[in-house]
């Protein structure tokens, strides 16, 4: 088979001759490449006609994906502040545990202490006031949880003046306790008491000023309070004594002693030991001579010696 192609400009036919395999081989190629490109071209023309939509369903499908990534984030802060308002909410819980604790134990110490129960009341809150916020529940805004604790930390504010003053009082009324005369200075049995008795050496009638506390020789004498040794040595009658001054119109005397163990400008303690019980002076045997003088003038000692600290 052979196809024949004319030229207009009157050259001479080209004649194709189709047996030829050379000839077929190319024809089937370029007939290739010719379909090859109006594929293409169709396949543009499609993307052309599709690429929009298609972008767009893309664009979409990784808008969902974001906002189901910010969505787990979210979800996971949300669990994250859930349990921080819960901690919180426990460690408050525990804060007013021990705020009610402080309150039971000042309450304690005031009754101990002998305190006016008005001006520690540990019952009463401190006064507050504001709007009224219904919404949510009492811990279920870091807000509401932060004005729990500032409201929780001014009633430890509160508690701490409280006992605070309480703390100076019963300091105070624990200084006032050790310097006033209370107890006996040695063990003993009073063999004497305080006012008018028969002398023991001429049995006239005599002025005892003093409580005389039989105890065996040597026995520790003990201070019945607080205060500084003005004296420590002999005087007439008393033979070895020691007198104290406890600084709130307060003297106390121990005589008979059989030895002096304090020195004038000692500070002696409650119970510290300060002499050792003896006979001398005008004594008819071991025994402590116990005086109590309040602003110059001498008192019965009965009752402070009968008293407890």
């Not at 006609?49 to 979800?75: C, F, M, N, T």
């Not at 932060?146 to 509160?158: E, G, K, P, V």
Request: with cysteine; aromatic share 6%.
């Amino acid at each position: 088979m052979q196809i024949i192609l004319v030229s207009r400009a009157r050259k001479l036919p080209k004649t194709l001759d189709l047996a030829d395999r050379r000839l077929r081989w190319k024809l089937l190629g370029l007939l290739s490449v010719a379909v090859l490109g109006c594929m293409g071209a169709g396949v543009a023309l499609a993307l052309m006609v599709a690429s929009p939509r298609d972008r767009a369903l893309a664009e979409i499908h990784g808008l969902q994906q974001q906002v189901r990534q910010q969505d787990a984030q979210l979800g996971s802060v949300r669990q994250d502040a859930r349990r921080s308002i819960d901690a919180l909410a426990v460690k408050l819980g525990q804060l007013q545990a021990q705020s009610t604790r402080l309150n039971a134990l000042g309450e304690r110490l005031a009754e101990v202490g002998k305190l006016d129960a008005d001006e520690f009341n540990f019952d009463q809150q401190p006064a507050v006031g504001g709007v009224e916020d219904a919404s949510g529940s009492a811990y279920a805004l870091p807000a509401a949880l932060d004005s729990s604790i500032n409201q929780l930390a001014s009633q430890f504010d509160t508690q701490q003046a409280q006992l605070s003053a309480l703390q100076s009082l019963l300091l105070d009324a624990k200084i006032e306790s050790n310097l006033k005369p209370t107890g006996m200075p040695v063990p003993g049995y009073i063999s004497s008491y305080f006012g008018v008795r028969p002398d023991p050496f001429d049995g006239h009638s005599a002025r005892h000023t003093g409580l005389d506390i039989a105890t065996p020789y040597g026995t520790p004498v003990h201070a019945v309070a607080e205060g500084m040794v003005t004296f420590a040595g002999v005087r007439s009658g008393y033979g070895n004594v020691i007198e104290i001054d406890h600084g709130n119109g307060y003297m106390t005397r121990y005589a008979h002693n059989s030895k002096l163990l304090a020195h004038p400008g000692q500070h002696v303690q409650v119970g510290d030991v300060i002499a050792k019980a003896g006979s001398t002076g005008r004594s008819t045997g071991s025994h402590v001579h116990f005086e109590v003088w309040y602003h110059g003038r001498v008192v019965n000692p009965l009752a402070f010696v009968r008293n407890h600290r």
